[in-house]
T-cell receptor, first 115, second 111 residues
Framework: DAGVIQSPRHEVTEMGQEVTLRCKPI?????LFWYRQTMMRGLELLIY????????DSGMPEDRFSAKMPNASFSTLKIQPSEPRDSAVYFC?????????????FGPGTRLTVT | GENVEQHPSTLSVQEGDSAVIKCTYS??????FPWYKQELGKRPQLIID?????GEKKDQRIAVTLNKTAKHFSLHITETQPEDSAVYFC??????????FGKGTLLTVNP
C-alpha cells in the first residue's frame, strides 16, 4: 500500500491566490481528516469526513477554507483567497472506521507558503 | 470541547536515560489516548495508544500510563537512544469523536 498520498508537497503562492491541496486516502479507509500544523498552534483538526460526508468542519478557520470529498479515493482542501497567515504544513490522514479509536495514518503533508 | 495540555515542551536527556512526557485532558468522556512521534520534516506516526479500560500499556522500551480520575496520561521511554529524538504528541479522543492533540514535546537524546 502506498499510504496516504498528498500533492503538492510544497506550494508557494502569492497572497490572494487560490490554493488547492489534494489527498488520496489509503484504499479501504472510510474516514479522512485534514489537519494544519504550525509552531504556534500545533496540530489542529480542520475537518473530517466519514464515508465521503463531512461530519465536523468546526475547525475550518473561516469561509476562505473549503473541503470536498467527491469519492472515497480523493479529497481537496481549497483556500481562496490565500493569506500569509495560512502558511503552514497541511496534513491529510485516513483511518478505517469512524469511532475515532483507531490509528490515523498521516500523509507526508503539503508545506504551504503564502507571500 | 476537549482541551489537551502537554508538558514539557522540550526535554533533553542523555542516551540511556529515561524520558517522561505528561498530558492532561479536560473531557471526562475521553476514552482513547494515542501518542504520535514526528521526526523533523516527516509525518506524525502512531507509536502507542491506550484505552480508558486499561491503566498501563507497554511495548518494548515505550510505556503509557493513564489515570482517569486525575485525567492525565504519560509516555515513558526507557533506555533512550539518539533515534528517539523527535517531537512527541499526545492526543485524546473526546465525546465528539475527534482527536485533540497536545502542543508537542521536542525530545533530544544526546549521545
Amino acid at each position: 500500500d502506498a499510504g496516504v498520498i498528498q500533492s503538492p508537497r510544497h506550494e508557494v503562492t502569492e497572497m490572494g491566490q487560490e490554493v488547492t491541496l489534494r489527498c488520496k486516502p489509503i484504499s479501504g479507509h472510510n474516514s479522512l481528516f485534514w489537519y494544519r500544523q504550525t509552531m504556534m498552534r500545533g496540530l489542529e483538526l480542520l475537518i473530517y469526513f466519514n464515508n465521503n460526508v463531512p461530519i465536523d468542519d468546526s475547525g475550518m478557520p473561516e469561509d476562505r477554507f473549503s473541503a470536498k470529498m467527491p469519492n472515497a479515493s480523493f479529497s481537496t482542501l481549497k483556500i481562496q483567497p490565500s493569506e500569509p497567515r495560512d502558511s503552514a504544513v497541511y496534513f491529510c490522514a485516513s483511518s478505517l472506521g469512524s469511532s475515532g479509536e483507531v490509528e490515523q495514518y498521516f500523509g507526508p503533508g503539503t508545506r504551504l507558503t503564502v507571500t | 470541547g476537549e482541551n489537551v495540555e502537554q508538558h514539557p515542551s522540550t526535554l533533553s536527556v542523555q542516551e540511556g536515560d529515561s524520558a517522561v512526557i505528561k498530558c492532561t485532558y479536560s473531557d471526562s468522556a475521553s476514552n482513547y489516548f494515542p501518542w504520535y512521534k514526528q521526526e523533523l520534516g516527516k509525518r506524525p506516526q502512531l507509536i502507542i495508544d491506550i484505552r480508558s479500560n486499561v491503566g498501563e500499556k507497554k511495548d518494548q522500551r515505550i510505556a503509557v500510563t493513564l489515570n482517569k480520575t486525575a485525567k492525565h496520561f504519560s509516555l515513558h521511554i526507557t533506555e533512550t537512544q539518539p533515534e528517539d529524538s523527535a517531537v512527541y504528541f499526545c492526543a485524546a479522543r473526546g465525546s465528539n469523536y475527534k482527536l485533540t492533540f497536545g502542543k508537542g514535546t521536542l525530545l533530544t537524546v544526546n549521545p
